[in-house]
């Protein structure tokens, strides 16, 4: 955490809700805003250029660069939830529900509850 972080604020929040704050503002002076303008499909088209840059950078080795491509990929997330509606709390409480559960043990529980998929 930064020093500006607490824990009802986070950096992510912080992002969120100025991400959030660009709907309706002018896409020539913001960014999100213009993103926001081109709609639905081209925020996920985005993230997905996004995520495949911080891959290669992972695959290259380049922590650096897989640093600013992870902060590019967030953003972009952030723009992706805010156009969905979707509030960073709502993702969180799933994270926090799923604390302490492995991921092995739940795919198992999985295959029983849902044929297997
Ligand atoms: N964190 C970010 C952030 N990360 C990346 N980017 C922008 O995301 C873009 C990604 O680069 P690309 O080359 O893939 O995009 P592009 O070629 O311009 O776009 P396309 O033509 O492909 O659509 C760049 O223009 C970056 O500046 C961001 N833009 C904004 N923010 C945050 O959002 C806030 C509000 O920004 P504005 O909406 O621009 O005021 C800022 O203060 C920042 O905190």
């Known amino acids: 955490m930064s020093g500006d972080d607490t824990a009802d604020s986070t950096v992510l929040d912080r ?6 704050s660009r709907r309706g503002q002018d896409p ?10 081109r709609g639905t499909a081209k925020i996920a ?11 290669i950078e992972a695959m290259r080795g380049d922590k650096r660069k897989l640093s600013e491509e992870s ?19 709502e993702v969180y409480a799933i994270l926090a ?4 559960i492995s ?3 739940e795919k198992e529980q999985r295959k029983h509850t849902s044929g297997g998929n």
């Open 45 to 55: 088209q985005k993230l997905g250029e996004e995520a495949v840059e911080a891959v």
């Open 103 to 105: 991921g092995i043990a």
């Open 71 to 89: 902060a590019d990929l967030l953003y972009h997330l952030m723009v992706l939830w805010a156009d969905a509606g979707i509030k960073p709390a």
């Open 15 to 20: 992002l969120y809700e100025t991400v959030d």
């Open 28 to 37: 020539a002076t913001s960014y999100t805003a213009k993103l926001f303008s």
């Open 97 to 100: 529900a799923r604390e302490g």
